[in-house]
């Protein structure tokens, strides 16, 4: 099970003739991958964060926002553009994009 929630941050750019808005926010995203839990005596951490380099090595879901025009999500090298991944001992991962 994939658990999603949105936190908005601003809202701006609303237009009631086209229907459209600017809305910026922060995506969270949880999941539970057995294949990513770890023995938490043998690193003395109870969770790890990914390295922005290794993101790509476990599994995320592909997560689509219906209904939506146009995503401008910032680029990896902008200032405003946060990703944060991090794994729990028990598998449970914890990914937010902004």
């Known amino acids: 099970m994939i658990q999603v929630s949105i936190f908005i941050i601003a809202l701006r750019s609303?237009?009631?003739?086209?229907?459209d808005y600017t809305?910026?926010?922060y995506?969270?995203?949880?999941?539970?991958?057995e294949r990513l839990a770890f023995?938490?005596?043998?690193?003395?951490?109870?969770?790890?964060?990914?390295d922005v380099?290794?993101?790509?090595l476990i599994w995320r879901p592909d997560t689509s926002i219906l209904n939506?025009?146009?995503s401008t999500e910032p680029r990896g090298d902008s200032l405003t553009f946060r990703e944060h991944v991090r794994v729990h001992s028990n598998g449970l991962v914890?990914?937010?994009?902004r």
Not at 27 to 33: L, M
């Open 14 to 19: 609303v237009s009631e003739v086209t229907m």
């Open 23 to 25: 809305l910026e926010a």
């Open 27 to 33: 995506f969270r995203e949880f999941w539970r991958d």
């Open 39 to 50: 023995d938490r005596s043998l690193l003395n951490r109870s969770e790890i964060n990914i």
């Open 53 to 56: 380099r290794a993101r790509s």
């Open 68 to 70: 939506s025009v146009t």
């Open 94 to 97: 914890f990914q937010t994009r």
